[in-house]
């Protein structure tokens, strides 16, 4: 398959070592004098830019970490002001508040950039017509992937989410030839389709599915291929790092990771210590060419390893291996990130529970639900159903304008969730993957 | 004399053995249950019931952990024969009482309603000034 930019994508690894080398050089000098965040956890550490001599001194730079941002919210961490920035995302944080992601143009444009290399390594251009059945909004699904497929040339049918019927219509009217969406959603719509007696292989011309947004398995996507005949691509980002930004390419043997844009580590989680290729750790990753949100040595709490040989397409950069997993307790629910900490600074807001709760997590048909189990204080107990049932009202309410997915309640007697000494088991999850 | 009747409440998942529990524990004190109900609502209940000491009930239950609330009810005295329920509604009706939940028994003398309402003074004259025989908590027993 033909490269975006086979320049960069197919360049020698010592000219690309010497080409990460030189951004991140800038990218941490810009740091070091524009950002107070940055700067004082450089002087803590002991380090200053001109330490910086090879590329593989970035182990000396400090780490980076979700909690900074939500510390720095909205903007503390941000780098020039506002009148360079173009556009902001949000997405939910761990304890209620929201991560704020700015963009200047170029920002704008690296990640479209990004997005094109990526589609163009799973076969798409200007002949194809794309729906991106991301959320479009302040999610970096839709408008990420939207931009991407625009840089290279194809036809873009931003039908967002939900209606799914309609969204058949479409591919089937439109002749869309690719589609964007969680894997979740695809199986869904596979479904979906079959029971209107639509045969996405004979009655559309859908051949290409970029999924992600939430973990999913290579049990899945053999399942989704086989069902519906589309090929289907892992496609990996977060909101920090931009939005999704990398594909596996036609080999669907790892994903690339452009290399003049970001600079990946896999580390073992508990001591920082870089691991090496094949070896399952935490991703870490710098971002060489941010502008108004730089993110250096970024802890993203996804476990992956690398590999650093040239792939069989040619494209010179390291690959990741699929997301097997998270060192943290983040749950991704039809594709929102959800932390159980989120749910127990929501539910603490209402005097009628307790403190104790439990969430379920399971996958009808190919949607994900979410159940959280409260429990009642006795004292806010009434003999009326009809409290008791807007009680629980509040309380999806509450956990939905919080967490920003749907939540199932159910109100449970004081004192009948399993206590937990030690580390508390918040969470079942149930999803077969 | 009072007409009001104290009605204990108790909340319970709506699973397989928590009747069974609850009337153990009641048991348990010697506690006699005169009338039940249970209103069902979606994944959980609410068991109501008469019963023959209905403060060591409440500390007992509290002490096993569940939520139980106290609730002023009445009792309505019934024909227990056809009609019966007719008569005593129509005057609940005409007085423009409101019944929040009821259940009836069969009690020792005649059929009992057991009535919420949201006004329980004002039902308890409407139904005497309108020839309604009530229950008293001490015929109960």
């Known amino acids: 398959m033909t490269c975006w930019d086979p320049r960069i994508e197919e360049m020698s690894k010592a000219d690309l070592q010497a080409l990460q080398y030189k951004y991140l050089k800038t990218s941490i000098y810009r740091l070091y004098s524009f950002s107070p965040f940055y700067h004082d956890r450089m002087k803590a550490a002991g380090v200053h830019p001109d330490d910086i001599r090879s590329l593989q001194d970035i182990v000396k730079l400090p780490f980076m970490y979700k909690k900074d941002l939500r510390d720095n919210y909205p903007d503390k961490m941000f780098v020039g002001g506002q009148d360079e920035l173009v556009r902001y995302h949000v997405s939910s944080g761990t304890t209620g508040k929201p991560t704020v992601v700015g963009y200047t143009q170029n920002d704008l444009n690296n990640w479209a950039l990004s997005v094109a290399r990526a589609l163009s390594s799973v076969g798409l251009g200007r002949k194809d017509i794309i729906q991106v059945s991301y959320g479009y909004g302040l999610f970096t699904g839709g408008l990420g992937l939207h931009y991407g497929a625009e840089r290279v040339g194809a036809t873009v049918v931003p039908a967002s989410v939900g209606n799914t019927e309609r969204q058949i219509e479409l591919i089937q009217d439109l002749k869309v030839t690719a589609i964007c969406c969680t894997p979740s959603y695809m199986l869904h719509l596979a479904e979906t389709s079959q029971k209107m007696g639509v045969d996405i292989n004979k009655d559309t011309r859908l051949r290409t599915a970029v999924l992600g947004a939430e973990p999913w398995s290579e049990k899945m996507r053999n399942r989704i291929q086989e069902i519906t005949g589309v090929k289907a691509y892992d496609i990996y980002g977060t909101s920090e790092l931009s939005g999704p930004l990398f594909t596996e390419c036609t080999e669907q043997n790892g994903i690339h990771i452009w290399g003049d844009l ?75 990130n959800v932390f159980p900490s989120q749910v127990e600074h929501a539910l603490l807001e209402i005097p009628e529970l307790g403190e104790h709760f439990q969430i379920e997590v399971d996958r009808k048909g190919a949607l994900d639900s979410m159940l959280v189990r409260v429990e009642l204080k006795p004292t806010a107990f009434s003999d009326k159903i009809d409290d008791l049932m807007s009680l629980k009202y509040k309380v999806a309410h509450v956990l939905h304008n919080s967490l920003n997915v749907a939540a199932d309640v159910e109100l449970v007697g004081p004192g009948t969730l399993t206590r937990f000494e030690g580390k508390a088991k918040r969470v079942v999850d149930r999803r077969n993957i | 004399m009072s007409y009001t009747i104290k009605q204990i409440s108790i909340f319970a998942e709506n699973k397989p053995g928590r009747l069974a529990a609850i009337a153990d524990a009641l048991e348990e004190e010697k506690i006699n249950i005169y009338a039940f109900s249970i209103a069902e609502a979606s994944g959980f209940g609410v068991i109501r019931a008469l019963v023959s000491d209905p403060a060591k009930a409440h500390r007992k239950l509290t002490d096993l952990g569940y939520a139980v609330s106290f609730t002023d009810v009445i009792g309505v005295k019934m024909r227990d024969e056809p009609g019966g329920l007719k008569d005593i509604s129509r005057i609940m009706g005409e007085a423009n009482i409101n019944i929040e939940y009821a259940y009836a028994y069969s009690g020792k003398k005649e059929a009992v309603m057991v009535v919420r309402v949201d006004q329980v003074d004002d039902a308890i004259r409407a139904l005497q000034a309108h020839g309604g025989r009530l229950l008293e908590e001490k015929e109960l027993s």
């Open chain 1, 262 to 336: 970001a600079y990946v580590e896999v580390l073992d989680p508990e001591t920082g210590e870089q691991l090496g290729p094949g070896e399952k750790g935490e991703l870490v990753v710098t971002m060489l060419q941010k502008e108004a949100l730089p993110m250096v040595r970024y802890r993203v709490g996804d476990i992956t390893s690398y590999d650093d040989s040239t792939c069989a397409c040619g494209r010179s950069h390291v690959r990741i291996s699929r997301i097997s997993g998270r060192v943290d307790d983040m749950l991704i629910i039809r594709g929102i």
